[in-house]
């Protein structure tokens, strides 16, 4: 199991520069070894998809990538540096800066415009109103909702609302997006959507790391992490596209 | 994050639930606008006070033979007239009563028949001196007063009060006219200006004569020098303590007094008089207060119950702020911005409805009420502070979250 994320790298467009490190990370809620000795590399430039059923203990995977959790031992290195040495200001600054994350619930604030919720992490970064707006303008139109930044979550459609959630975690220009069955909740058209532009992201050379128990997703990724019971069935690398 | 930032995201989060915040704000509401009419209440009867002092001739020291605290057996002071003409003509001493204006001894006399003719009008006559005119605060509508010649050949002439002079002269100017006392003709030399009355007297209601021709002609009695009262005018309102302790040692030494107990003359202030009259006003006062008192805590209490109902529903929205940068001490604030808003809106309001109270009031009850806008911006803040104390709990449970937890939440 040791050996499956010797991954050949020179069939993938990354960098040598590392973005994760996960070095034997157990994670326990109170009985419950929810994660057993995970080890993980992932390079930056990569595209991730990390693959396993409900219980596998993925989504907890997923917070401690994300800093929003932290592992109970082993060592996590997020662009080299150490997350567990981390307070929580820490914490909340690096996920800020570093990470984009989308969630399969959207989790855009109602009551405020599809403009507003893209400017969020950006006004907790500290960015001046005026060139919030800007960015945030930008990060739109890059999702094709230029003409959609004063509507509300409410009057878009489920597809549209994930695009403004990209936005979002797009906006502070972070090396790592990270994204949480993001088309959970959406159609198959909205899907292909929102699956096209993290390929375009990703193209772009920013880290992705995908997380899903759908099958389909997974075929077409150029690494897949399969998870069972809290620790790493497989790391292969898919069709090269 | 900025302050601007926070502030706006609260009344955001504020302008969300319109109806549920205006609700929250209404026990503040009714906090701040008892406190506005509390004081307000307050102020306009200090403002009655001072006024009706005026109107008395402020600075106004009363001195008065015998003393009401040593009755017992040595009762009956005030019908011994231990006062005299020359104990009123030590205070005006300079040198021994710097603090001393004017001072006015009087002599009265009530039940006065005044004829005019074919008119007479019963009224009280004082006996008193040019200085009183100062010393009381009054003005003349019409003539002069009365002088020191006029003391010294105690002179047959008066100067009416203006309700007097309409009572025996209608219309018409007294002024050189003459009123018979006793079948002595008085010229009337002079009319006061309209002073309105005190708690016990119509201060427009009597006849004033030069104090000689009072002990000589109206009073009569065995010892012409004696004094029923003397007013003092301090130097200034802030100057009648010390008034008042020149005069006690003055007189205290003139009557050859050692122990303040034994004291034959008593010195009380308009103040003391008026101070027991308003008094009256404080049972509204202390009752205005237990309603503002009781009712900010319950609206604190208020919008504490409805910040934790708010951090419980907005669970996910904390965790998706904490997962996208926001750190403990943010987040706090955001909780404790709306906390304040909600206090700020109560308290605009509530100053609203005070200063409406306070027009309208007035017209139900007989206290007049005064707004200041110093305790309008004092109040304002004391909801705002309220706001911020009960929302301490709920921001802090805000901010305790952990993001995971958070987002999960359905």
Known sequence: MANVSAVDRTTLDVSDEVMISLQSVDKWFGQFHVLKGINLTVYKGERIVICGPSGSGKSTLMHILGCLDVPTSGEYLLAGEDVGAMDEIDLAEVRNRRIGFVFQQFNLLPSLSAQRNVELPLSYAGVSRERRRRRAREALERVGLGDRVEHRPGELSGGQQQRVAVARALVTDPALLLADEPTGNLDSTASDDVLRLFDELHQQGRTVVLITHEAEIAEHAARVIRIRDGAIASDESGPVS | ?410
């Open chain 2, 1 to 410: 994050m900025t302050w601007s930032d926070i502030l706006r995201n609260g009344w955001d989060a504020i302008r969300t639930h319109k109806l549920r915040s205006m609700l929250t704000s209404l026990g503040i509401l009714m906090g701040i606008a008892a406190v506005v009419l509390t004081v307000g209440l307050g102020q306009g009867a200090q403002q009655q006070v001072s006024k009706q002092l005026a109107s008395l001739g402020g600075n106004l020291l009363i001195v008065s033979p015998g003393s009401s605290s040593t009755g017992g057996v040595r009762g009956g002071f005030g019908s011994a007239s231990t006062l005299t003409m020359a104990d009123a003509t030590a205070l005006t001493s300079k040198t021994s009563a710097p603090d001393v204006n004017g001072v006015a001894p009087i002599l009265q006399s009530s039940n006065q028949s005044l004829v005019n003719g074919a008119t007479n009008w019963t009224t009280t006559i004082v006996g008193t001196t040019s200085s009183w005119l100062s010393v009381r605060g009054r003005t003349l509508e019409s003539g002069r007063f009365l002088t020191d010649a006029d003391q010294s050949s105690a002179a047959a002439v008066t100067v009416l009060a203006s309700d007097t002079a309409t009572e025996l002269f209608g219309p018409l100017n007294p002024v050189g006219q003459t009123v018979t006392v006793n079948s002595v003709p008085y010229e009337v030399v002079g009319v006061l200006t309209s002073a309105g009355s005190d708690s016990t007297t119509n201060l427009d209601d009597q006849a004033i004569v030069p104090f000689s021709t009072a002990s000589q002609r109206i009073v009569g009695g065995t010892n012409r020098t004696s004094v029923q009262t003397i007013y003092i005018k301090a130097a200034s309102p802030g100057r009648l303590s010390a008034a008042y302790q020149e005069a006690n040692t003055i007189l205290q030494y003139r009557h050859s007094i050692t122990a303040s107990s034994t004291s034959d003359f008593s010195i009380t202030t308009q103040q003391s008089v008026i101070s027991t009259t308003s008094s009256v006003d404080n049972t509204l006062t202390n009752l205005l207060i237990g309603i503002a008192a009781l009712s900010l805590i319950v609206g604190g209490i208020g919008v504490m119950n409805i910040m934790l109902v708010s951090v419980k529903e907005r669970t996910r929205e904390i965790g998706l702020r904490k997962a996208l940068g926001g750190t403990p001490m943010l987040i706090r604030r955001q909780f404790l911005s709306e906390a304040s808003m909600l206090g700020l809106s109560g308290g605009l309001l509530g100053v609203a409805l005070g200063v409406g109270g306070a027009e309208v009031l007035p017209h139900f009850i007989s206290n007049p009420i005064a707004i200041s806008v110093p305790w309008i911006l004092i109040a304002i803040g004391v909801a705002i502070a309220i706001g911020v104390g009960f929302g301490v709990y709920p921001a802090a449970r805000a901010a305790r979250l952990s993001p995971i937890d958070a987002l999960r939440s359905e």
